[in-house]
Structures are given as structure tokens and as C-alpha cells.
């Protein structure tokens, strides 16, 4: 039986509205995903409806409380922020600003900032068969999941 993967926190939500306000609105095709991803984790009803919350009024980076994120939600977070900014088809400044920011307060380093992103356009890259829709961003962990392992594996194995 397949290891059952720990659900993602509210935090971890928050900081993905954050990124979704950054450029002054949140589409509500991005909010509806955020809370449908929230729901289908299996949250608990307050967290959903503060989640629900967040997508409905810009919400600031400081209240991403990054205790609760392990270092595998830090870089799902910025890699998917980085997805998002991109999905538009052009990414502006207030998103690039938001997504140095939001490495920032998840304290990602900025070698591990480029290769979150990295893996966030190989994953745009895939062919549409293999690519998670737009905003299905339980695919999207899965396979951003999926690559950060592979690349953690070949790092280790240079290191040796």
C-alpha cells in the first residue's frame, strides 16, 4: 500500500492567496481552486472557511505562519506561487515582487528559489496528456512532488 502523503495546512493555502492577490485581484477561478484543493485534503470547516476568506480579500504574507510547513510544503509553495504567476501568460512585476517576498518569508534560499521554479516550468512544459490542468493543483503537488524527489535522489547521489 502506497505511503499516504501528509495534507497540506491552511498556511500552506494562505500562502497561495497571497500569490493569487499579488497583482491586485484574485481570478476566482484561482480561489475556487484553492478552496476545492483545501476541501478535497480533507481540512477541517474553520480552516476552509478561513481559506474561503482569504481568497476573498488580499491577505499579507506575515500571516503565513511557516512553523507549520515542512520544507517539501516551503518549495510545493513557491514553486505552485510560481506556476500561478504564469499562468496568465505573462508574469508582472508586482507577481515577481511578491514571489521574492514570499521566498523571503518561507526563507527559501535563492539557489532552491530557481530550482522550485525550474521544476514549476517543467511541469508547464509537460505534453497536455501529462500536464495537470490549469488549476488542479493536486496534480500539480503530485507531480511537482514527483520532480523535487527525483531531484533530491540525483543530488544525494553527487554528493556520495
Same mark, same amino acid.
Given at each position: 500500500?502506497?505511503?499516504?502523503?501528509?495534507? !497540506?495546512?491552511?498556511?500552506?493555502?494562505?500562502?497561495?492567496? $497571497? %500569490?493569487?492577490?499579488?497583482?491586485?485581484? #484574485? /481570478?476566482? =477561478? @484561482?480561489?475556487?481552486?484553492?478552496?476545492?484543493?483545501?476541501l478535497?485534503?480533507?481540512?477541517?470547516?474553520?480552516?476552509?472557511?478561513?481559506?474561503e476568506?482569504?481568497?476573498?480579500?488580499?491577505?499579507?504574507?506575515?500571516?503565513?505562519?511557516?512553523?507549520? !510547513?515542512?520544507?517539501?510544503?516551503?518549495?510545493?509553495?513557491? $514553486? %505552485?506561487?510560481?506556476?500561478?504567476?504564469? #499562468? /496568465?501568460? =505573462? @508574469?508582472?512585476?508586482?507577481?515577481?515582487?511578491?514571489?521574492?517576498?514570499?521566498?523571503?518569508?518561507?526563507?527559501?534560499?535563492?539557489?532552491?528559489?530557481?530550482?522550485?521554479?525550474?521544476?514549476?516550468?517543467?511541469?508547464?512544459?509537460?505534453p497536455?496528456?501529462?500536464?495537470?490542468?490549469?488549476?488542479?493543483?493536486?496534480?500539480?503537488?503530485?507531480?511537482?512532488?514527483?520532480? #523535487?524527489?527525483?531531484?533530491?535522489?540525483?543530488?544525494?547521489?553527487?554528493?556520495?
Amino acid at each position: 500500500m502506497p505511503e499516504e502523503k501528509p495534507r !497540506l495546512g491552511r498556511d500552506v493555502y494562505f500562502a497561495l492567496a $497571497a %500569490v493569487g492577490w499579488a497583482d491586485g485581484q #484574485l /481570478d476566482q =477561478e @484561482e480561489a475556487d481552486a484553492i478552496v476545492r484543493t483545501a476541501l478535497e485534503e480533507g481540512l477541517e470547516f474553520e480552516e476552509i472557511d478561513e481559506i474561503e476568506q482569504a481568497t476573498k480579500s488580499p491577505v499579507d504574507l506575515g500571516t503565513i505562519d511557516r512553523k507549520n !510547513l515542512t520544507k517539501e510544503d516551503r518549495l510545493f509553495v513557491y $514553486a %505552485v506561487a510560481a506556476w500561478m504567476t504564469r #499562468l /496568465d501568460g =505573462e @508574469e508582472s512585476q508586482a507577481e515577481a515582487l511578491v514571489l521574492v517576498r514570499l521566498g523571503d518569508a518561507l526563507r527559501i534560499p535563492p539557489v532552491l528559489r530557481e530550482y522550485a521554479d525550474q521544476v514549476a516550468r517543467q511541469v508547464q512544459a509537460l505534453p497536455a496528456g501529462d500536464r495537470p490542468a490549469k488549476y488542479d493543483l493536486l496534480a500539480l503537488r503530485r507531480v511537482l512532488g514527483e520532480r #523535487l524527489a527525483e531531484a533530491h535522489a540525483k543530488a544525494t547521489e553527487k554528493a556520495v
